[in-house]
C-alpha cells in the first residue's frame, strides 16, 4: 500500500515525539513526499538514519504546513544521516538550542537551481554547542548552504556548497574549524564575521584552512 504525504509525515513525526534515549528513527527507502514540517523538541541521544543520501530523499516539493523540512529544538546528542532532504518552502534543516548536533552524508538542495525563492538556509544551526558537520552537500539556498551562528565548538569537513549566496558561513560563533570543503559557484565561498545586533555578539577562534575555494 503507497502511503499518502500525510500518513508518513505522521510516522515519522510520531517516531519523533516518542523516541527514547539510544533510539534509532530509521527514515523509508525511495523518495518520500512530505507535505508538513517535521520537529522534534527534548531528544536526547537519537539517531535519525536515512539508507544514504540517493536512497533516502525527502521531498518538500508540495508542503503545504510549516517552513522548515526537520526542526530540532532543546536537544542533547543528536545524529541526522544518510539522507537527501529538499525543496522546503524554508530552511532545509534548522537546529536550535541544542548541545551535541551531527550531520553526516547528508544532502540538502533545492532543484531548480539558484533562486531568491528558495529557502534561506539548507544546514542550519544556530545557538548550539558542539556542532559537527561532515561529508555533506548543500545546494541552492538563497543565503547560506552550510550555516552556524552563535555556536561553539564547530567542527565543518569534507563538506561541499555550491549555488547558494554564501557556500559555508560561521557567524557571532566560537571555537570553529572549517577544512577540507569544497565551495564553489556560491556569490561568496567561505565567509566568518560577528553582526553586531544578535544575542551572542562575539565570535573568536575561528580557522578556515585547506580548502578548495573556486569560482565564487
Known amino acids: 500500500i503507497k502511503k499518502s504525504a500525510y500518513d508518513i509525515h505522521k510516522s515519522i513525526q510520531t517516531d519523533l515525539i516518542l523516541a527514547q534515549p539510544g533510539d534509532t528513527i530509521y527514515l523509508p527507502k525511495g523518495k518520500i513526499q512530505i507535505n508538513r514540517s517535521l520537529w522534534a523538541d527534548g531528544l536526547k541521544d537519537v539517531n ?7 536512497k533516502t530523499i525527502l521531498s518538500f516539493s508540495n508542503q503545504i504546513e510549516g517552513a522548515e523540512g526537520i526542526k530540532i529544538i532543546n536537544s542533547n546528542n543528536v ?7 529538499e525543496n522546503t518552502k524554508g530552511d532545509l ?26 529557502g ?8 548550539s554547542e558542539n556542532v559537527y558537520i561532515d561529508s555533506c552537500i548543500a545546494i541552492g539556498a538563497s543565503d547560506a548552504g552550510i550555516y552556524v551562528g552563535q555556536s561553539k565548538n564547530i567542527i565543518v569537513k569534507n563538506s561541499e556548497a555550491y549555488y547558494n549566496v554564501a557556500g559555508i558561513e560561521i ?9 577540507n570543503n569544497y565551495t564553489h559557484d556560491n556569490s561568496g565561498g567561505i565567509l566568518v564575521f560577528d553582526l553586531p545586533d544578535l544575542l551572542i555578539k562575539k565570535g573568536e577562534n575561528v580557522r578556515v584552512f585547506n580548502n578548495n575555494i573556486e569560482n565564487n
Do not use: C
Request: charge should be neutral; hydrophobic fraction near 35%.
Open 171 to 179: 557567524e557571532n560563533s566560537t571555537n570553529a574549524d572549517v577544512f
Open 120 to 127: 534561506s538556509y539548507a544546514l542550519y544551526p544556530v545557538k
Open 93 to 118: 534543516i534548522k537546529v536550535e538550542d541544542t548541545k551535541g548536533i551531527k550531520l553526516l552524508h547528508i544532502k540538502a538542495q533545492w532543484t531548480d537551481g539558484p533562486k531568491s525563492s528558495n
Open 48 to 54: 535519525i538514519s536515512g539508507h544514504g543520501i540517493d
Open 79 to 85: 545524529t541526522l544521516e544518510k539522507f537527501t532532504i
